[in-house]
T-cell receptor
Framework: QQQVKQSPQSLIVQKGGIPIINCAYENTAFDYFPWYQQFPGKGPALLIAIRPDVSEKKEGRFTISFNKSAKQFSLHIMDSQPGDSATYFCAAQGRGSTLGRLYFGRGTQLTVWP | DGGITQSPKYLFRKEGQNVTLSCEQNLNHDAMYWYRQDPGQGLRLIYYSQIVNDFQKGDIAEGYSVSREKKESFPLTVTSAQKNPTAFYLC?????????????FGQGTRLTVV
């Protein structure tokens, strides 16, 4: 059972566009929601993360929106650039049976055309 | 430089052979993880360890084994029982497995069965 569901699987935007990637979860024990960015042949790296006590977090051109009641969170990339072309993974971690584990979505392959 | 080192970067295995993937970290992190990445499947957890001399199975542990004899090392053995071992393997670590913290990834090992 997929603990974190991510969509879309792939996304193509023009430079300057605002790609949005969505994730949903069911387990209310989750209390940490990071996004990772991965370039081909490399390991993922943390991009931005949020905890459920806030509804939005912004770091540079990257923003996480969090809806606790809907159990959904999303990544927005403002003024997207060709260098943002990568695979993005959302994830969730929390208490109880999920302690110590990160559950990942299946990833979104983003392509930004110049 | 602090970080996670995976070796080798590329590995070829004949059918029926066991192979061991190395993962070393000098971040003084307690928790270490092994993930398998296949196209369109995201990151699937194989094994994780929250403390030396202790580890837990993840979602796809069959055909794999691990050890955690030292804090900085978490080698993964892909046994001949793993029927489809060709994949990209990622090792990660985090400072505190009891709460949400950044996971740092290595650069991966690409295993191919020949």
């Amino acid at each position: 059972q997929q603990q974190v569901k991510q969509s879309p699987q792939s996304l193509i935007v023009q430079k300057g566009g605002i790609p949005i990637i969505n994730c949903a979860y069911e387990n209310t024990a989750f209390d940490y929601f990071p996004w990772y960015q991965q370039f081909p042949g490399k390991g993922p790296a943390l991009l931005i993360a949020i905890r459920p006590d806030v509804s939005e977090k912004k770091e540079g051109r990257f923003t996480i929106s969090f809806n606790k009641s809907a159990k959904q969170f999303s990544l927005h990339i403002m003024d997207s650039q060709p260098g943002d072309s990568a695979t993005y993974f959302c994830a969730a971690q929390g208490r109880g049976s999920t302690l110590g584990r990160l559950y990942f979505g299946r990833g979104t392959q983003l392509t930004v055309w110049p | 430089d602090g970080g996670i080192t995976q070796s080798p970067k590329y590995l070829f295995r004949k059918e029926g052979q066991n192979v061991t993937l190395s993962c070393e970290q000098n971040l003084n992190h307690d928790a270490m993880y092994w993930y398998r990445q296949d196209p369109g499947q995201g990151l699937r957890l194989i094994y994780y360890s929250q403390i030396v001399n202790d580890f837990q199975k993840g979602d796809i542990a069959e055909g794999y084994s691990v050890s955690r004899e030292k804090k900085e090392s978490f080698p993964l053995t892909v046994t001949s029982a793993q029927k489809n071992p060709t994949a990209f393997y990622l090792c990660a670590s985090s400072i505190d497995p009891r709460r949400g913290t950044e996971a740092f990834f290595g650069q991966g090992t690409r295993l191919t069965v020949v």
